[in-house]
Nanobody, 124 residues
Framework: QVQLVESGGGLVQPGGSLRLSCEASEFILDYYAWFRQAPGKEREGVSCINSSDGSTYYTDSVKGRFTISRDNAKNTVYLQMNSLKPEDTAVYSC???????????????????WGQGTQVTVSS
C-alpha cells in the first residue's frame, strides 16, 4: 500500500503563507488530494490533482489562494497556501486514489490511503 507523509505545517499569522508537502512511497495512483479537519468539524476536501494530466480541483473557499502541484520525479504533491485566514486552521491530510469510483473528488470515501496529517494554525 502507498505510504504518504505530510510536512510543512506550522503556526502562521493571518495573511501569511505555508507550503505543505506530501511525499508518496511510490507514485502509482492518479489522484492526490488534500483534506482538512478543524476541531469540531467534519473533514472537508480542499484540493485534488491528477498526477498524470495535471488537472486540478479546489473547494470554493480556497480558490485563488491555494495552489496544488506535483513533482512526479520526487513523488511529491504540494499545497501552496497564501493569504491564510484563521478559518484555514485545521489538520491537513493528503490522500490518494487510483480512481474516484463514481464519487466526487472531495468525497473522502474515494481515497484508500492517507497520511498522518500536519497541523496548520493561523493566528496572530
Amino acid at each position: 500500500q502507498v505510504q504518504l507523509v505530510e510536512s510543512g505545517g506550522g503556526l502562521v499569522q493571518p495573511g501569511g503563507s505555508l507550503r505543505l508537502s506530501c511525499e508518496a512511497s511510490e507514485f502509482i495512483l492518479d489522484y492526490y488530494a488534500w483534506f482538512r479537519q478543524a476541531p469540531g468539524k467534519e473533514r472537508e476536501g480542499v484540493s485534488c490533482i491528477n498526477s498524470s494530466d495535471g488537472s486540478t480541483y479546489y473547494t470554493d473557499s480556497v480558490k485563488g489562494r491555494f495552489t496544488i502541484s506535483r513533482d512526479n520525479a520526487k513523488n511529491t504533491v504540494y499545497l501552496q497556501m497564501n493569504s491564510l485566514k484563521p478559518e484555514d486552521t485545521a489538520v491537513y491530510s493528503c490522500a490518494t486514489a487510483a480512481f474516484w469510483g463514481g464519487r466526487s473528488w472531495y468525497d473522502e470515501g474515494a481515497y484508500g490511503a492517507w497520511g498522518q496529517g500536519t497541523q496548520v494554525t493561523v493566528s496572530s
